[in-house]
Nanobody, 119 residues
Framework: QVQLVESGGGLVQAGGSLRLSCVAS????????MGWFRQAPGTEREFVAG????????YYADSVKGRFTISRDNGKNTVYLQMNSLKPEDTAVYYCAVTDAATRQGSSWGQGTQVTVSS
């Protein structure tokens, strides 16, 4: 039942950076495992990064490891995705979701925010 709103997407040149934000409703945010996913045209939605609600442990897809950083601010009910060294292949709609840390499957999706990386 949690509502999520993503923001921060935009157009950036290759090598640039963006920070995405996802604001959640409710009082239980600090207990949620959260994640970022993305979907490019013609592809299935894929897991990008996750962060647990209990210990703030993080985990990443191999394709973004070392470039992206997920973090959270429980006082603001917000999870972030800092994206550095962006590549054209990072172009996608990015979604925030409550995430099962074991399976890396998302639920309670936000509406998404478009990230476009130009070459």
């Amino acid at each position: 039942q949690v509502q999520l709103v993503e923001s921060g997407g935009g157009l950036v040149q290759a090598g640039g950076s963006l920070r995405l934000s996802c604001v959640a409703s409710g009082r239980s945010f600090k207990y949620y495992n959260m994640g970022w996913f993305r979907q490019a045209p013609g592809t299935e939605r894929e897991f990008v990064a996750g962060i647990t609600g209990t210990s703030s442990s993080t985990y990443y897809a191999d394709s973004v490891k070392g470039r992206f950083t997920i973090s959270r601010d429980n006082g603001k009910n917000t999870v972030y995705l800092q994206m550095n060294s962006l590549k054209p292949e990072d172009t996608a709609v990015y979604y925030c979701a409550v995430t099962d840390a074991a399976t890396r499957q998302g639920s309670s999706w936000g509406q998404g925010t478009q990230v476009t990386v130009s070459s």
